[in-house]
């Protein structure tokens, strides 16, 4: 982990930048005091490597995913609700 101060951060940017994308934390300091961090980008699964159309669509925007894709659906609990109220 490395700390740097605000100004000199400003003053080489690129080359904190490549630290943190080569697996270093940067942490940023202001008068003394951490006030951010600077971490190593994490890779991004894309749900949709199978399916090309929708990956294109959800790049550009005409496709919108699902919040939460794992998530089973209650239907069966709806259906016992439906079956008891009648």
């Known amino acids: ?48 490597i199978d399916h090309p159309v929708l990956a294109l669509g959800v790049r550009e925007g005409w496709v919108t995913p699902a919040e939460n894709p794992g998530a089973r659906r209650r239907r069966r609990d709806r259906f016992q609700e439906l079956l008891s109220s009648s």
């Open 1 to 48: 982990m490395i700390t740097v101060g605000l100004k000199v951060l400003k003053n080489k940017l690129s080359q904190y930048i490549r630290l943190a994308a080569n697996g270093e934390t940067v942490l940023v300091t202001d008068r003394g005091k951490v006030v951010a961090e600077i971490n190593p980008a994490q890779p991004i699964q894309d749900r949709y």
